[in-house]
């Protein structure tokens, strides 16, 4: 399994940007899908995006289609994601999210240990 830590968390005014990223350890991070999940107080865990392997794959929830862009870089192990046109209901922790060979949707592996995101209005 990978290790992930995740960066880039913080305090943003609506209509601002932030950028987060992860760095994984482990040999086979290229083999891995990547991704994001949040979670706001009191709500379940729910999934933002993911990246396949290759990159040449990308989903995002319908809540951010538009607004945030997922990337990685297979040479520097990490992966990033680009969140623009931050709205308040976007504040939650956001965790960082890999899974061998298979979506996230289907099943997690590794988390990383969250970072929180909060935008006021």
């Known amino acids: 399994q990978v290790q992930l830590v995740e960066s880039g968390g913080g305090l943003v005014q609506a209509g601002g940007s932030l950028r987060l990223s992860c760095a994984a350890s482990g040999r086979t991070f290229s083999s891995y899908v990547m991704g994001w999940f949040r979670q706001a107080p009191g709500k379940e865990r729910e999934f933002v995006t993911q990246?396949?392997?290759?990159?040449?794959?990308?989903r995002y929830a319908d809540s951010v289609k538009g607004r945030f862009t997922i990337s990685r870089d297979n040479a520097k192990n990490t992966v990033h994601l680009q969140m623009n046109t931050l709205k308040p209901e976007d504040s939650a922790v956001y965790y960082c999210a890999a899974s061998f060979l298979k979506s996230l949707q289907i099943g997690v592996d590794s988390w990383g240990q969250g970072t929180q995101v909060t935008v006021s209005s």
């Open positions: 990246i396949g392997w290759s990159s040449g794959s990308t």
